[in-house]
């Protein structure tokens, strides 16, 4: 089992930055990625951005150049930041913090959510 626990989100004006964070412990395959997916209302789960193990990133296409993940290795604990710049009133979303392994079987684990609010 893998736990995650997320912090930041909140409140937010267009044009302004967030960063959100989320901490990994637990039984945790070597073989990963973390990252965040986000759901807005009345809209399906989508992927945000990934960063695996050894520091491959993947983005969304609709936030690249505005949005940075990042992550840090510990010993017992692994934690992914996502960085988020020039908010749109449509990055507004629940996030979700993801782990998921890279080996079979494909394993994923969920934070609970944080919410991200875009608005002026």
């Known amino acids: 089992q893998v736990q995650l626990v997320e912090s930041g989100g909140g409140l937010v004006q267009p044009g302004g930055s967030l960063r959100l964070s989320c901490t990994a412990s637990g039984s945790m395959s070597s073989l990963n990625s973390m990252g965040w997916y986000r759901q807005a209302p009345g809209k399906a789960r989508e992927l945000v951005a990934t960063?695996?193990?050894?520091?491959?990133?993947?983005?969304a296409n609709s936030v690249k150049g505005r949005f940075t993940i990042s992550r840090d290795n510990g010993v017992n604990t692994d934690t992914v930041y996502l960085h988020m710049n020039e908010l749109t009133p449509d990055d507004t979303a629940v996030y979700y913090c993801n782990f998921h392994t890279r080996q079979l079987p494909v394993i994923h684990f969920w934070g609970k959510g944080t919410l991200v609010t875009v608005a002026s």
């Open positions: 960063v695996s193990n050894v520091g491959s990133t993947n983005y």
